[in-house]
């Protein structure tokens, strides 16, 4: 049975055939990773030193990537076998590193001219290693090496250099090295990390701070798996436990040191002096005894720069061997002495609570042989405290046993007894991952609250996952794509093609005529000549047009009969109140409320239900009456008037405050949170939902600070929101409507009082930022007072203005009548309907705030009626910037809450995949460690919940909002997450 070779193999074979003159019978090809194997035979096997001078000829004119077709990854070196037709095993095999091509061919013709048929191998002194190659530390060459173990398991590797930018744990600009391996299946993480480790640090490469490892299968274009190797170089890592104390690593050091010498030391530690013996490293010299003065040279200096913690002396012995007694003894105190900082021993710090003391026991705990430490990194520890308990991360290439590392842990921070400690939870996880594989706990105390943590963020501390690809790496490996500059290119030139068109089609109407200097010159010598009798036109044409349109409005839309009403006239709030009758009475009865209002047997359902339809009518009722100016923002009037009534009834403000864009305002059911609240413990903890479509940091931080009282204001508020939301590059709408209207004259006209009041410490950007408001919106008013009197002098004269509206839809149903707009006018009817916001706006809230959607997303059925906006075109991430007006907000909303003790919690809300594409998550990345910088220095609580469902459709009703059920579960896990404070009656 025959088998179809791959075209990439079929030019291999050919190639070699041409280049040897064998056969392409007597050829065989195989791609293993980066390597090319070929295996040559004949009824006689091909002479090795005279096919090998043929094949590197050939080698040195050929690009072998090219024959493959950029199928396979590069290829770096070449193995080449001889045997005989019908034989098993080849007679020779040579190995050829493709970059050094020039020197195989100078060591084969030498062997060739020697009669090298009677040696089996040549002397390799001409051939520089990869190794060697690779220690100079360029990308290239470090792929060769991984290369030489890799390939046998069918890996091919790709090495690339990022530069880093400086950070807190790494201030030096080093890199970071980009590792590739692409494969025909998924390898097994613990088949190769350690393995590659070790190649990669034994090159001990200056410059790079650690390499990330990332696995590809053939044909795909996301990344299996990722791992992070630490390339900190030994004698660092020695360093940095010699200065703790650890004598393992103070004895290493000053061997090396004293290697040239021919001595060696060995080191105790009795109380806080160091014990260190000097004998030969010779165990034959058994006569000779150390020289003193060369070893106090070479010893002190290593221990007055290391100053090893909790160490206040240090005593040296000259031996003639360990056995003898010293021949000289010296004693030499120690930087400790002089520094009480330095007298406490790091397991005293432990005790005490110091984390960089907790931090290296544990590693040197979890880390008992100190060689494989340095060979692979060890397993590496991160610590976070939140509260009463110690969060305990411990991560290596290959995750750590739970088995051998919790019970180690536990027992090891419960005999430091920390004050104000009662219980850790461990988690172990691979290097390189974000989510812990497994985690453990133990509680030293019993606790009030036995509920569940969860995992608490370590990316803070750690290089974050999102961090170690960069979205140009997260590209298929070796398949080159459309660039961005690509695609600018192609708009360009079809803007300007089009441009051309439409010039040339309108000079063809003889309307317009090129322009020439001397007609510039003419124009601007009779400009207001010109200009004013084309005024004078222009204004007959006007009117002549508006008295046709009036004839022909006034003949073709019938008016209404007006008839006379016999009705009594009621005053504005009896008149408000029928309409609000009429409004709950229309949605009651409807059928789309009818099954929220009645269950299958007819009976009416909990009171719950039927007042959430009442809501939106009450709070437009309320909006109504109310003596504060309308914002311009319907849905925020209609919150605020709820609110009031909340206020009112209560006499004081709710326990927690919900505040956001729609996100918020769909995504957090109070009802639900109120319930699950009190399952832990919170009885009557009263929640209001004050979510606005289309808030931004600028309108939140206007309703904390400026529209409501400190008085009115919770102890709690969770700000629910996206990224989206601190956006500054884009255009934020719903603030400049709230700033152009009257309400929010009215609110800054009372901000000089409010902020003596209210936030004595506001910044000067948030002042200047607010100042200039106000000034936009005072142009903004006098504009609009200018044209409402040119609106009114228009209306005096023309025949039309009265029956404008009944003008437009005549215009629209004659448009829809043309055969050539009718099916636009569909596209441009689905694409009006494209926001998910706009279709649920008409929908009403119930009286916590909440809007409950009960649509489950469908990908199939939601794009047939909405379009698929790809991240590149939402005006949501336009000039994505996390800064600018948006920052200065939520600095000011912090520093607000700071000062009249209200507690924030910032919870970045679910998203679904089918949102989150390239794009997006690159900005969701930024924002996240936005926010983690932000947690980290202010008093802003962040919890991420943007990744729980990614792939749970049935919890959104689009593609990034919740429907009631996700709402549901969000509030159910924001109940019971410990890092919440909840308030207490």
Known sequence: MKIALPVSQKSLIQWVSQATGISSLGVKVRLRGNDLHILCESPECPQRWRTLVDLLHALQHTDLDALTKNEQPSIYQ???????????????????FLNQLDLHLQQVEQALIADAEKSSRTGGALILSNESLARKGDPNAIARYLSESLSTFGIGVEVKAKKQQPTLENPSNQNRLLIYCQSSYTPDPSLIAEPVAQKLRSLKLSGYQDAVIATQVDGETDFDWMLRVDLTPPEIMLKEWARWGDLQA????????????????????????????????????????????????????????????????????????????????????????????????????????????????????????????????????????????LHIMCEALVCPSRKQVASKVTQFVRQLKIVGIAGVRVYGR?????????????????????????????????????????????????????????????????????????????????????????????????????????????????LQSDWILGYITSHSIPETP????????????????????????????SPASKNQVFNASGFTQKEESITRGKATATAILLAARSPMPSFNARQLDEQLALYKQRLAKNGKPPDVLIIGSSRALRGIDPTTLSQALATQGYSDIDVFNFGINGATAQVVDFILRRVLQPSELPKLIIWADGAR??????????????AASPGYQQVLQKAPANENSQNSNTTSASIKREQSF????????????????????????????????????????????????????????????????????????????????????NPATYYQKHPKVNGSYDNDYKSFQLGGEQDAALQAVLQFCASTKITIVFVNMPLSAEYLDAVRKKYEQDFQQYMLRLAENSNLIYRDLSLIWPQANENFSDPSHLNLYGAEKVSKKLAIDPMIPWPTK
């Open 430 to 542: 691979r290097a390189g991952n974000k989510e812990p594989f497994w985690h453990y706990g133990v509680d030293f105390i019993n606790r009030q609250r036995l509920v569940p943590e969860p995992t608490p963020e370590f990316a803070a501390t750690a290089a974050y996952v999102g961090e170690l690809l960069t979205p140009e790496a997260n590209e298929p490996v070796l398949r080159p794509d459309l660039t961005s500059q690509d695609v600018q290119s192609i708009f360009v030139e079809v803007a300007q093609d089009w441009g051309a068109r439409i010039r040339r089609w309108l000079l063809a109407t003889q309307l317009f005529a090129e322009k020439e200097q001397s007609q510039e010159q003419q124009v601007e010598e009779n400009g207001w000549r010109v200009a004013l009798v084309w005024g004078l036109l222009g204004f007959l044409l006007t």
């Open 725 to 738: 939301a601190f956006n500054n590059g884009r255009e934020d709408v719903t603030f400049k409507a709230i």
């Open 250 to 389: 103070i004895a290493r050091i000053l061997n090396e040191r004293l290697s040239d010498l021919a001595i060696k030391v060995t080191a105790t530690l009795k109380e806080s002096t160091l014990h260190i013996f000097c004998s030969a490293a010779d165990p034959k010299a058994t006569e000779q005894i150390p020289d003193k003065t060369q070893c106090l040279q070479a010893i002190m200096p290593q221990l007055q720069a290391l100053a090893p913690q909790g160490i206040l002396a240090a005593t040296v012995y000259g031996h003639q061997t360990i056995d003898h007694e010293p021949a000289w003894i010296d004693w030499q105190s120690l930087p400790a002495t002089e520094h009480p900082d330095l007298a406490v021993s790091a397991l005293e710090l432990s005790s005490a609570g110091d984390e960089p003391a907790i931090i290296f026991l544990l590693e040197r705990l979890l880390n008992p042989d100190i060689d494989t430490r340095l060979k692979t990194g060890g397993t590496r520890v991160l610590l976070l405290r939140k509260g009463d308990l």
């Open 562 to 589: 007006k008839i006379a009403s016999t009705r009594p006239q009621l005053s504005s709030a009896e008149e408000q109140n029928q309409r609000l009758e009429r409004t709950v009475f229309f949605t009651n009865t």
């Open 78 to 96: 070449v193995f080449v076998y001889g045997r005989k037709k019908g034989e098993n095993r080849p007679q020779w095999c040579h190995q050829v």
């Open 774 to 857: 106000k000034n936009t919106t005072h142009t903004d008013n006098n504009s609009q007072a200018l044209d409402a009197r040119l609106n009114q002098a228009l209306a005096t004269i023309s025949t039309t203005y009265n029956q404008r509206n009944q003008l437009k839809s005549l215009l629209n149903k004659t448009l829809k009548s043309l055969p050539l707009l009718r099916g636009k006018s569909a596209v441009n009817q689905k694409i009006t309907s494209a926001d998910p916001e706009q279709d649920v706006f008409e929908q009403a809230v119930d009286f916590d705030g909440f809007l409950a959607i009960p649509i489950r997303f």
